[in-house]
């Protein structure tokens, strides 16, 4: 079970719009740490998609953004491509008593119809 | 443009070590600006990120794997290494290298390496 939650699944049709939920707790989003998004494509290591709640690395699409409000955080995808189709992954830190440390959500695969 | 790539033995008998390591190219292992860190992924399922190390051999582990993982680094061979102790069959995964980039004042994982299959059995 994931510190963050994300839904298992989301999908769209080509041209669509769709988001995905990262949900964390006062002890990770909450507690101000910054999320950062990642896209798996099928056989392939992730890749960096957002950082820091809602930028960009370079050559990553502007149809792809993020926000974070509270002790969640949202991935949304405009314009849906057949290639947009892998599984999402965000990322951010937790605090416990020995420290901080990185958790993800359990992931969300994204099919386009 | 820097890479990251993941060496060692596919296959590990269980209550073995598993070690692994990552070679840096196109880049300095000791920049001050990144972290070095070990990320898994079991069939199927989703990361669990083990742990990280800074070039001044600081580290910070997994509270989850914390008792059976040590990561070191070696800055004359460009690269930094995992092991984990007491294998069994639920340390089977994909196992990637990746530098944490604190760069831009976040901390995100970029670039990864390929990732390497490690299966725990007899």
């Known amino acids: 079970q994931s510190v963050l939650t994300q839904p298992p699944s989301v999908s769209g049709a080509p041209g669509q719009r769709v988001t995905i939920s990262c949900t964390g707790s006062?002890?990770?989003?909450?507690?101000?740490?910054?999320v950062h998004w990642y896209q798996q494509l099928p056989g392939t290591a992730p890749k960096l998609l957002i950082y820091?709640?809602?930028n960009r690395p370079s050559g990553v699409p502007d149809r792809f953004s993020g926000s974070k409000s509270g002790t969640s955080a949202s991935l949304a995808i405009t314009g849906l491509q057949a290639e947009d189709e892998a599984d999402y992954y965000c990322q951010s830190y937790d605090s416990s008593l020995s420290g901080s440390f990185v958790v993800f959500g359990g992931g969300t695969k994204l099919t386009v119809l | 443009q820097v890479q990251l790539q993941e060496s060692g033995p596919g296959l590990v008998k269980p209550s073995q070590t598993l070690s692994l390591t990552c070679t840096v190219s196109?880049?300095?292992?000791?920049?001050?600006?990144?972290?070095w860190s070990w990320i898994r992924q079991p069939a199927g399922k989703g990361l669990e990120w083990i742990g990280r190390?800074?070039?001044?051999?600081?580290?910070n582990y997994n509270p989850s794997l914390k008792s059976r993982v040590t990561i070191s680094v070696d800055t004359s061979k460009n690269q930094f290494s995992l092991k984990l102790s007491s294998v069994t069959a639920a340390d089977t995964a994909v196992y990637y290298c990746?530098?944490?980039?604190?760069?831009?004042?976040?901390?995100?994982?970029?670039?990864w390496g390929q990732g390497t299959l490690v299966t725990v059995s007899s």
């Open positions: 820091g709640n809602s």
């Open positions: 990746a530098r944490l980039d604190i760069l831009t004042g976040y901390e995100q994982f970029d670039p």
């Open positions: 006062s002890s990770n989003i909450g507690a101000g740490y910054d």
């Open positions: 190390i800074y070039t001044s051999g600081s580290t």
């Open positions: 196109g880049g300095s292992i000791s920049s001050g600006s990144y972290y």
